[in-house]
């Protein structure tokens, strides 16, 4: 995700964590004014534990923020306006934390004004010189956005405990040098994800771990989405065990016990798969953020947009080959078109005689459909046509940090039309590169490109057979030569990955010339 700034992002070099914390706040203000209120009072104790340390005074480990406040005013640190204002977040989070009415906006602005004051303050103090702080700035609500109270409340507390832990570090000899210790934050929490990515619990196997992002914390594990372990959840969920994830314990050794014939291998395979089901559907979490309100048919790690004309295609024989009986089955359930499909494909497996080679079949026309709808779809060159079966669905899998994908296209054309959209999807620095010409091959060493600004080949020859592709992110059509054989396809596809920083593997190649 791209990194955005918050107000307070000017005492980082202060205090990073006192940053982090004020961030969450912010978020916070128009999702749940109880909970910015409730954890302003603990972000101002912490800024007065900072300077209660700074001016080496006694610290006493019963005080509350109360008494802090009354030390501190008895010793003339604090002048009348800071004082009303710490005291103004002090009462407002007293109330917030025990009072069950319902917090208004307006309660939580007047708090985030208040912290502005506590923050100047203690920025002019006792921070460096050289940080000026900005006038004050209200808060912008981000509808779209919003985290649930539960998982901003574990975001706060587990920077909370790192801010606590800076206090403690704090040394006298560095205290006017530096407000505050940087410790290390883990990235989750340090860095402003979207909602619903925020750890919620770890699952571990033979001494390997697994987050669980909140979004997760109830997802139905469906059996048809774990190749391996089908039958396996099947089994588990007879018992009602691993039905959801909420139910899994923190340690998969020993699962298997719960249901008979299986063996601790099956609770390391579930394990491995588990792991892909949370990348996936991370990439699909993310997916419906960036593009919210779209329908989307999803199948293992692939999906498909699907747009108004898409969904009003018929699910009959004419439109879709080779799955007869699946088509009978869904019509005889009212489902006659293709908006009336479920989301998740793989449940389709569920239909008498029908299995997940049938349901990729259905996936697999879904998309040169969707292709078509938009035009990106055009007649597959001679040499696919005539080409060995082998070449019918031309695939990539390619793996970026955590993230496996596999990327398919029925023609060289549509193959590189669908690699394009995942490069640019994963925000890779594509445009350099068109700009400079891909030479067609797996090397630099030939005449012809693959992919242009221009459909001008280096030789100064026109593009035989071209095909284009608008760039979402540079708004530049960029020009495909499409008179080439799938091999060479999928090796320069290959190469452009591999200069942009991804993992990639191409089984069609594996064991040819």
């Known amino acids: ?78 002048f009348k306006e800071i004082l009303d204002a710490l005291h103004l977040v002090r009462q407002s989070g007293n109330q917030a934390a025990h009072d069950s009415r319902v917090f208004r906006f307006s309660e939580a602005l007047l708090s985030w004004e208040a912290l502005y004051k506590i923050v100047k303050w203690y920025v002019e103090v006792y921070g460096p010189v050289d940080i000026t702080v900005p006038d004050y700035q209200d ?50 929490i340090e860095e402003e994800v979207n909602p619903g990515f925020t750890p919620i619990r770890t699952i571990s196997f033979n ?24 039958t396996f959840l099947i089994r588990l969920g007879a018992e009602q065990q691993a039905r959801i994830i909420s139910e899994l314990p923190s340690n998969l050794a020993g699962l298997h016990k719960h249901v008979k014939r299986y063996s601790e291998k099956n609770d390391e395979i579930l394990f491995e798969e588990l792991r892909t089901f949370i990348e996936e559907e991370k990439v699909r979490r993310q997916l419906s953020h960036e593009r919210p309100g779209e329908l989307f048919f999803f199948y293992k790690a692939d999906h498909i947009v699907v747009t108004e004309e898409l969904s009003k295609v018929l699910l009959t024989a004419s439109e879709f080959f080779g799955i007869p009986s699946l ?9 006659e078109c293709v908006g009336q499909l479920p989301k998740e494909l793989v449940i389709l497996a569920k239909y008498e005689n029908v299995g997940i080679g049938t349901v990729e079949k259905l996936f697999e026309q879904l998309k040169k459909k969707a292709n078509e709808k938009t035009g990106a779809s055009e007649p597959v060159e001679e040499s696919v046509q005539t080409s060995n079966k082998k070449w019918d669905s031309l695939y990539i899998n390619v793996k970026l940090g955590k993230g496996n994908t596999v990327i398919r296209g029925e023609s060289v054309p549509a193959l590189w039309k669908e690699g394009l959209n995942w490069i640019e999807d994963h925000h890779l620095p594509l445009h350099q590169f068109v700009k400079e010409g891909v030479v067609l091959g797996a090397t630099d060493n030939g005449k012809r490109f693959a992919i242009a600004l221009q459909p001008v080949h280096k030789d100064k020859r026109p593009f035989t057979q071209k095909h284009t592709y608008h760039s979402k992110r540079t708004e530049t059509t960029y020009y495909l030569e499409t008179k080439i054989n799938p091999k060479s396809g999928l090796e320069t596809l290959a190469k452009l990955l591999i200069r942009l920083g991804v993992e990639v593997k191409i089984p069609l190649l594996e064991g040819t010339d």
């Open 327 to 335: 088509l009978r089955q869904l019509n005889e359930d009212q489902i």
């Open 207 to 230: 001494g390997k771990h697994l987050e669980v992002p909140y979004f997760l914390r109830d997802a139905f594990l469906l059996p048809q989405r774990f190749d391996k372990s089908e």
């Open 139 to 188: 808060p912008s609500p981000i509808m779209e956005k919003r985290y649930d109270m539960t998982e901003l409340e574990i975001r706060l507390k587990s920077l909370e405990e790192l801010l606590a832990n800076s206090v403690q570090k704090l040394t006298t000899e560095t205290a006017h040098a530096e407000a505050a210790v940087s410790i290390e934050t883990p990235s989750a």
């Open 1 to 78: 995700m791209e990194q955005k700034s918050y107000f307070y992002q000017f005492i980082e070099p202060i205090s990073k964590e006192l940053a982090l914390v004020a961030r969450e706040l912010e978020n916070s203000i128009f999702s749940s004014p109880r909970t910015m209120l409730t954890h302003a009072r603990v972000f101002v104790e912490n800024i007065l534990q900072q300077v209660i340390t700074i001016e080496q005074l006694p610290h006493d480990p019963r005080a509350n923020l109360k008494d802090q406040l009354d030390m501190l005013s008895d010793k003339g640190y604090l």
